[in-house]
């Protein structure tokens, strides 16, 4: 699949997985809540999709959605593990084919596994879609499914600026 574009790299593996998504294109965003404003969401159904380093070397995704934070704590004990940590964003780039903020599990270069916030179930999500100035539309409960991702309550509310 490296061949394909970011978005066409989405598009095909969601294909692939029987995932409906809708990738559309907006203007850049410098924030989350202007990423919102420019799609006419709310920022809490925005879902970052956070690539993190297992301290074996592995990665995984992390869901989390709009103005909330991983929860290193719940995250550590829904994994298993005692460390993880954020990658640089040449780590990121390498480990998914994605450069930070277009970074998604969809048409990742490997599948990692996936832990979703328990937020994204019940839920039409916007996500990154491999490109900048483009956003995918999924129902949450189907990317769960067509990821086999963890639920759990992984994120806290993030903390005022």
């Known amino acids: 699949m490296s061949e394909l574009t ?17 990738v559309v294109s907006r203007p850049e965003a410098g924030s989350l809540h202007e990423a919102a404003a420019l799609l006419g969401i709310e920022p809490g159904t925005i879902v970052k999709s956070l690539v993190v ?9 992390a869901l989390v959605p709009g103005g ?10 829904a994994v298993g593990v005692n460390k993880l940590s954020m990658p640089s964003p040449d780590v ?7 450069e930070r903020g277009t970074i998604t599990p969809m ?13 994204v179930a019940g839920r039409r999500v916007a996500l990154g879609a491999g490109a900048h100035g483009h956003s995918a ?4 409960d189907a990317l769960i499914a067509a990821y086999a991702a963890t639920v759990a309550d992984i994120t806290d509310d993030e903390a005022p600026r």
């Not at 380093?53 to 995704?61: E, M, Q, T, Y």
């Not at 990121?92 to 994605?98: D, P």
């Not at 048409?107 to 937020?119: C, L, N």
Request: hydrophobic residues 40%; charged residues 30%.
């Open 6 to 22: 970011g978005t066409d790299r989405v598009t095909a593996d969601a294909e692939a997985r029987g995932l409906e998504v809708e």
């Open 53 to 61: 380093k297992k301290h074996d070397g592995s990665f995984l995704f």
């Open 68 to 77: 909330r934070q991983i929860s290193w704590s719940k995250l550590r004990a």
């Open 92 to 98: 990121a780039l390498e480990a998914t084919g994605y």
């Open 107 to 119: 048409g990742s270069s490997t599948a990692w596994p996936v832990f979703a916030d328990e937020r």
């Open 137 to 140: 539309f999924v129902d949450g």
